[in-house]
């Protein structure tokens, strides 16, 4: 058990909905990553906040979107929901920024279908 | 486009045997490699790289990085059924207005008692 929470662990949904997933970091760690892993794509790094402020972008599509909270857990907002995002979101927290990288540890993720 | 590319994609062998999974990267503004093990649940972290040539080890993993030839390999000796998972890497990145970083798709190792 790293220490990180995610939920819920699984959700399915329609096509066109809006999900959000939630995060919650190990105690004391101020990062938290967000990862969407599919088969086809593998793992992909989505975006990371720390505290509170937005960090670091990767291939985070403009239908999502991220936040982080001054208790800093952290909402990843999916919107109009396509077959394709089905996939494992992953959440990761560390202690330090990205910038100066530290261990991240991963959460249990949380299963999305789209149907 | 920054890339990751890992090798084998699949290996299989007998407990007790030697492998080496390769990895090789194309990232601007590189800063890092680091190596997971996934098993069923999430990522675990094995190594962060960041220097040539220092190799890293833990117990029977050992992993190293050549900032030159831009791949990095991870060891691992005597191996164990428990030691089957996909194993990961990433090259993390930093500069330019823009951090991050890359996975590439993993090699899946499975270790036959």
């Known amino acids: 058990d790293s220490g990180v929470t995610q939920t819920p662990k699984h959700l399915i949904t329609a096509t066109g909905q809006r999900v959000t997933l939630r995060c919650s970091p190990r105690?004391?760690?101020?990062?938290v990553y967000w990862y969407q892993q599919s088969l086809d794509q593998g793992l992909q790094f989505l975006i990371q906040y720390y505290n509170g402020e937005e960090r670091a972008k990767g291939n985070i599509l403009e239908r999502f979107s991220a936040q982080q909270f001054p208790d800093l857990h952290s909402e990843l907002n999916l919107s109009s929901l396509e077959l394709g995002d089905s996939a494992l979101y992953f959440c990761a927290s560390s202690v330090g920024d990205f910038s100066i990288y530290n261990e991240q540890f991963f959460g249990p993720g949380t299963r999305l279908t789209v149907l | 486009e920054d890339k990751v590319v890992q090798s084998p994609l699949s290996l299989v062998v007998h407990e007790g045997d030697t492998v080496t999974l390769n990895c090789s990267y194309e990232v601007t503004n590189f800063r890092s490699l680091l190596w997971y093990k996934q098993e069923k649940k999430a990522p675990t972290f094995l190594f962060m790289l960041t220097s040539s040539g220092i190799e890293k080890k833990s117990g029977r993993l050992s992993s190293i990085l050549d900032k030159k030839e831009l791949f990095s390999i991870l060891n691992i000796t005597a191996t164990q059924t428990g030691d089957s998972a996909i194993y990961l890497c990433a090259s993390t990145y930093s500069g330019g207005g823009a951090d991050g970083l890359t996975f590439g798709k993993g090699t899946h190792l499975i270790i036959q008692p």
């Open positions: 105690s004391g760690d101020l990062s």
